[in-house]
């Protein structure tokens, strides 16, 4: 058995927390992430039977049945990960009848899964629909984009088309658009489920008044999906008070999707 102290899967969390953190993105316990292991990844560094805790789930969680997961705990401040892995993160397995998850290593100080899991497996059940290879759910309060969702239209055609506008790349980095939710309580099912309906054709959620939710085949792709919107919320934010003498208009955005040869969301540019 491999030390799993120095499993890539824990270094990956442990910097990305670290890196999060550092950007102001996760305030206090603010932020939590999942990630779905390779099964022969998850069995080099720990022992496939043996359980620590059994904790139920009241939706079903079936589609994952089987599948492994690190864990952001929660409660926890990502400042804290890097430095004690072990009680600020965990390795989980969804039982079979997907009504409940086997804690495998991990969350050492009697700890557990970031109250968000269930919007965080019901995104992964969705895009593992749309994606096979998807892996990462991230979520995350970044500044920008929280302010933005006080003073900006929630309508997710209008929210896109301001952020799209706002930096040459975001067409090309989000071009399915983002999906925005109304505020809601956090940390039970509802939020999951209307989550799960948006992220199956958007990658990105935003959480109005809250923050926002990044998906990935990889770690860097969920990251840098998060980065981009908060980066272009930025723009917004740092603009929002001065005359606007120019921007990107609908037809430059179509010459960008047409350059890189990507599909804009359907009906969003007027051209
Ligand atoms: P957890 O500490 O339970 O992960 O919650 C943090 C958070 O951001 C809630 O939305
Ligand atoms: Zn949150």
């Not at 102001?24 to 022992?47: F, H, K, V």
């Not at 009848?97 to 009697?110: M, N, P, S, T, V």
């Not at 399915?176 to 309906?197: F, Q, R, S, Y």
Request: net charge negative; charged share 20%; with cysteine.
């Amino acid at each position: 058995m491999n030390n799993i102290f120095e499993a890539p899967f824990v270094k990956e969390m442990c910097d990305t927390t670290a890196n999060m953190y550092r950007l102001g993105w996760d305030e206090r316990n603010g932020g939590n992430i999942s990630y779905l292991l390779d099964p022969a990844m998850a069995e080099a560094y720990l022992d496939p039977k043996t359980v620590l805790r059994t904790l139920p789930l009241d939706f079903d969680a079936s589609p994952l049945a089987g599948r492994y997961l690190i864990v952001t705990a929660t409660g926890k401040y990502f400042k804290n990960v890097a430095g004690c892995p072990q009680n600020n993160m965990g390795v989980i397995r969804i039982r079979p009848d997907g009504k409940a998850y086997d804690i495998l290593w991990g969350f050492a100080d009697g700890s557990r899964p970031t109250s968000e899991l269930p919007t965080h497996l019901m995104n992964h059940i969705a895009r593992l629909k749309a994606d096979p290879e998807h892996r990462v759910v991230m979520h995350c309060h970044p500044l920008n984009i929280l302010a933005m969702t006080y003073v900006h239209d929630l309508d997710e055609k209008a929210f896109t088309k301001t952020l799209w506008r706002m930096s040459t790349e975001c067409i090309v980095v989000f071009p399915e658009g983002v999906g925005v939710l109304p505020w809601m309580v956090c940390g039970n099912d509802a939020i999951g489920e209307a989550t799960a309906k948006k992220i199956k054709d958007h990658r990105v959620v935003l959480w109005a008044a809250h923050g926002i939710f990044g998906t990935g085949e990889t770690m860097d792709e969920a990251f840098g999906l998060i980065e981009t919107v908060e980066k272009a919320a930025q723009v917004f934010m740092t603009i929002g008070q001065m005359p606007i003498r120019q921007s990107i208009t609908d037809p430059q955005l179509a010459d960008l999707c047409h350059a890189f040869k990507i599909q804009p969301r359907a009906g969003y540019l007027n051209v």
